[in-house]
């Protein structure tokens, strides 16, 4: 035995091991009791050779079961068993061959390829590491004949048949023989069951439990379904098993009855240490179990208890020692045995009875700390016997804290389940027993939670972009906290494209590798919070594989494709493009469009086309790249499908008719030598059609027609295949020319002074010869009635759209002498002129403008007097002005001659001086009829000078509808269509100058 240390060592070196095999045991002392070890048992590894034998050959017929066996000699520990040939390589097993637990070979049933002189039976011993070998088995299987021939003249003894021959037959068991047998297994170990049947064909394995099910967690199913194996063993595993073999002719069923055993084993743990003081009870329990049921024994200090000094305070109760009022000078070490037949336990328990006076094992002054809201446990460990008393008090002592909020645990220690922030302060443990007490100051400092404000947002970022996650937080200012970022609860990438700040991640040049879970974690001393988002990259998807062509037909074909990946953006449809190498090579066109859950489309072709097709992926962050092209697949010719559209027919010049289309695509063609039949004939004769066919072109003109006659037109497609289907019928005009006769019975009728109504007869449509755009009433103002002011006026034209037949001329002057004619106009240009016709405005109501009415009898006998009257006021005027001095009535009155208007102010009774020429004042706030457009000449004056202003409208047809006002508010009160007011004096006095 080693000095100081308890370890014995044996020299086996010089003597034989035998000699120390048996069962030790160690023992522990010192002045407070002894203590003995587990039995230790010493036993010698053993690896025996093999006994010499000699094996003769088995000779078997075809189909036969066979059973070699190895039969290994006894070691210690028992060898592991496995077949080899003689190149040290592995039989194979199957569900016909096999090795048994017992390391026997089984054979089913055996096949020609059996036969082998090498079966080798190998035994590895593991703890000296050494493999022993059996002598190698001939094996010869034959069949019946060749066993016939072979028997007599090797061995003269039939005796060496394994087995009798036999035919394909029903399953037998070859182990466990007969019906049913019985194992016995420990609790905790290992339950294996074995059943290997004989039979042709190989029968296969199953198992049931006959009074249950298996433990799914637990079981499990070897050697092609030979072996059961059910670990940790436990006593529900008890009952019947049942492996059933089967093949075609029939089935065979073993029945094993399992038993479970169980070795001593604690319930609770062993017994625990046990300090008492004087005068103290307590007790050890050794509480454990077993099957059979073990029996429990007790020894002090290593000798049987009932050998050991009578203790008065001591009582044994099979599995339980109880103490009671124990004395000083009684400790001793106890130790507990339970055994049965399958096994043994040992504990040792010190009781140790002690006399102490009350220590505090928590460190003086110690800071606890804790987090708000958190709970606060403050300790105070304490060693004495009898076991102290713990009380607390807080700052001043005052109280105890035994009660609401405060929960005292057995171990001494304070909890405060709900911290605040006024329960920090100086705590004060006291611990005491008979034999004295023991105080300890401790602090406790509460704390504010570190709280994640801002927390990272889930980002979804385009692969290459930059992703950041905010992470702001507030934590108590005495704490120093740490920030630390996670990626799928693991360390970011040493990646400088990872920049970490106080407050956010920052990840640059995103990659698909950087998706993940991404969490900051905010820790304190005390505390800690985090918060997680996801990071996905998404990018544009990957473009389709693998198109295929499938389902070909003349107008139609199947097209398959396997979607490439969605980068976390799912793909939203398929864009289906083409190329026509026949047509267009290089250029692809989009065909179809299909939803992002379908990878086929049923595509609908036309003929004459030589196809290529390619497909693109669409999802959220934009297209593909195009797939690689299909195979081509060439469409059949065929006739046109279609005729042209957009036909018209327009003439450009009188006597043609330009007939024009728009073509068809080299898609629409459907085949080679793509022409155009032109058809056309004139409208409302049912003539025989007239026709030509033209090829690379979009019109055609058709001369010698005549002027503007309506025509029909068709033109339809055709090919070296056929035709195009009936063509639809379009109408058409040949060209137009000047029209050739003028309206007819031309009319005026005088409205009121300022208006008249034209009427005339329309021109018929042939002498049209085009489409009636409208009429032009062309009228000018020959002259002033009032012979002191004569006037011509140059031409003014009003335009009337459409079929209209009659107009209204508005803002005429009255009293005037006016001219006109009419003329009809298409697109080509207007006819001729009608005879032009007279008609006189009457004389109209005084208007802001000056009408000529100085030439009118009545009117000049009203003026003699009017300016005899003036003339009196004028001298009086004068007078008074001048009072002696030369008013210069002459110069004024030269200087004012032809003024028309000439209104007195009354500060100095004079005439201030106004102009209102009508040869050159413009006309205000007059309107056009709103279907008439005026034209002028070159010349400024013009007829609407002489009209009065107004506000007249026209009715569609020219007819004029509302009433003509004057050019100011101030004026409307003054004016009408024929005003009964008296006139002006002012305006008579300028006409009777005009006069004299």
């Not at 049965?340 to 220590?359: D, I």
């Not at 002259?783 to 803002?811: C, V, W, Y």
């Not at 005429?812 to 005879?835: I, M, Q, T, W």
Request: include cysteine; proline fraction near 7%.
């Amino acid at each position: 035995m080693r000095p100081r240390s308890g370890t014995l060592v044996m020299d086996i070196s010089k003597e034989k091991a035998e000699h120390y095999e048996g069962v030790y045991q160690c023992t522990a002392r010192n002045e407070h009791g002894t203590a003995v070890s587990n039995n230790i048992v010493i036993r010698q590894s053993r690896s025996p050779l093999w006994s010499k034998e000699r094996i003769e050959p088995v000779i078997v017929e075809e189909g036969v079961s066979l059973v070699l066996p190895c039969r290994p000699p006894a070691g210690l520990p028992p060898p592991i068993i496995f077949w080899m040939d003689n190149n040290f390589q592995r039989l194979p097993q199957s569900h016909r061959v096999s090795q048994s637990l017992n390391g026997d070979l089984y054979f089913s049933n055996v096949l020609r390829e059996d036969s082998r002189n090498d079966y080798i039976c190998y035994a590895r011993f593991p703890h000296t590491q050494t493999i022993q070998q059996k002598q190698p088995i001939t094996v010869r299987v034959f069949n019946m004949d060749e066993i016939n021939d072979t028997m007599a003249a090797i061995y003269n003894d039939t005796d060496l048949f394994s087995e009798a021959p036999a035919d394909e037959r029903r399953p037998t068991f070859l182990i466990p023989s007969g019906p049913s047998s019985s194992k016995l297994v420990l609790r905790g170990q290992v339950l294996e069951l074995e059943c290997i049947a004989g039979g042709l064909p190989t029968p296969e394995i199953s198992w049931i439990k006959v009074s249950g099910d298996f433990p799914t967690k637990r079981t499990s199913f070897l050697h092609y379904q030979k072996t059961l194996s059910i670990v940790n063993v436990s006593e529900s595993d008890v009952g019947d098993y049942r492996c059933t073999a089967k093949n075609q002719h029939g089935s065979a069923h073993h029945t094993i009855h399992v038993t479970v055993k169980a070795a001593p084993y604690w319930i609770t743990g062993p017994p625990r240490n046990l300090v008492l003081a004087p005068g103290e009870t307590g007790k050890l329990t050794c509480l454990a179990s077993g099957t059979p049921k073990p029996a429990v024994t007790w020894a002090m200090n290593g000798i049987p208890i009932e050998n050991s000094p009578e203790d008065v305070s001591r009582k044994v109760e099979d599995d339980t020692i109880i103490f009671t009022d124990v004395q000083s000078g009684s400790s001793a070490v106890y130790q507990c045995t339970i055994a049965n037949e399958y096994g043994y336990l040992l504990s040792n328990a010190f009781v140790n009875v002690l006399s102490e006076s009350p220590r505090v094992l928590t460190q003086a002054n110690k800071v606890f700390q804790v987090i708000r809201n958190h709970p606060a446990l403050i300790d105070c460990h304490s060693f004495g016997s009898p076991i102290p008393k713990i009380t607390w008090f807080k700052d001043s002592r005052s109280s105890t804290l035994d009660g609401d909020p405060y929960v005292l645990h057995d171990n001494g220690t304070l909890e405060i389940p709900i911290a605040q922030a006024h329960n920090s302060g100086k705590y004060t443990c006291v611990a005491r027993n008979p034999l004295g007490n023991f105080e300890n100051h401790v602090y406790l400092e509460v704390k504010e939670p570190t709280r994640i404000l801002k927390q990272p947002e889930y980002k979804v970022v385009k692969r290459g972009r930059e992703a950041v996650f905010e992470c702001k937080v507030k934590h108590d200012a005495s704490l120093i906290p740490t920030m630390t970022w996670l990626r799928d609860d693991g360390e970011l990438p040493d990646d400088e494209r990872f920049i970490v700040d106080s407050h956010s991640l920052t990840i640059t040049d995103v990659t698909e590798s950087d998706e993940g879970m991404y969490t900051c974690i905010m820790n304190t001393t005390l505390d800690h919070d985090s918060a997680s988002a996801q990071l996905t990259v998404v990018e544009r998807p990957d473009a389709p594989t693998d198109l295929e062509l499938t389902d070909k037909k003349d107008r139609s074909i199947q097209l398959t494709w396997t979607p490439g990946d969605e980068h976390n953006s799912p793909i939203q449809m398929f864009l289906i493009q083409y190329e026509d190498s026949l047509h267009h090579h290089g250029h692809w066109h989009n065909l179809t469009e299909v939803p992002g859950t379908k990878t086929t489309a049923h595509l609908k072709l036309s003929p004459f086309v030589h196809y290529t097709f390619r497909v693109l992926a669409l999802n959220a962050v934009g297209f593909s790249h195009s797939s690689f092209p299909s195979r081509m697949y060439k469409t059949k010719a065929a006739a046109p499908d279609e005729n042209p559209t957009g036909v018209e027919g327009l003439g450009t010049q009188h006597n043609n008719l330009v007939i024009s289309w728009k073509p068809l695509t080299s898609l629409q063609s459907n085949g080679p030598g793509l022409q155009y039949k032109v058809m056309w004939r004139q409208k409302a004769r049912d003539g025989d059609w007239s026709s030509v066919s033209v090829a690379n072109v979009s019109k055609f003109v058709v001369s010698g027609t005549p002027t503007f006659a309506a025509y029909e037109i068709k033109v339809q497609s055709l090919n070296d295949y056929g035709n195009g289907p009936e063509p639809t019928l379009a109408h058409g005009f040949s060209g137009e020319d000047l029209p050739v006769a003028a309206p007819s019975n031309v009319q005026a009728m005088v409205v009121n002074s300022t208006l008249v109504e034209v009427h005339w007869d329309p021109v018929s449509p042939k002498l049209i010869r085009g489409h009636l755009r409208g009429y032009k009433v062309y009228y000018w103002r020959q002259r002033s009635l009032h012979k002191h002011n004569p006037h011509h006026a140059e031409k003014q034209i009003l335009t009337f759209g459409g079929e209209h037949s009659r107009g209204m001329l508005p803002d005429l002057h009255p009293f005037s002498l006016y001219s006109f004619n009419v003329r009809v106009f298409n697109d080509k240009g207007e006819g001729p002129a009608s005879p032009s016709q007279d008609f006189e405005t009457p004389e109209g109501a005084v208007t802001s403008r000056q009408v000529d009415i100085a030439t009118q009898g009545w009117f000049i006998g009203l003026m003699c007097a009017i300016a005899l009257l003036i003339l009196i006021l004028l001298i009086i005027c004068f007078i008074q002005r001048n009072k002696g001095g030369k008013y210069p009535v002459k110069e004024k009155e030269d200087a004012h001659t032809d003024a028309e208007f000439q209104p007195m102010k009354d500060e100095d009774c004079t005439f201030v001086e106004y102009s209102d020429n009508e040869d050159h004042k413009p006309l205000k706030g007059s309107r056009t009829p709103s279907h008439a457009t005026v034209k002028r000449d070159d010349s400024e004056d013009s007829l609407v000078d002489y009209g009065e202003g107004g506000d007249g409208q026209f009715n569609e047809d020219g007819s004029f509808i509302g009433q003509y006002s004057g050019k100011s508010g101030s004026r409307d009160t003054a004016e009408g269509h024929e005003s009964s007011e008296a006139p002006s004096p002012i305006n008579a006095m300028n006409s009777l100058n005009s006069f004299v």
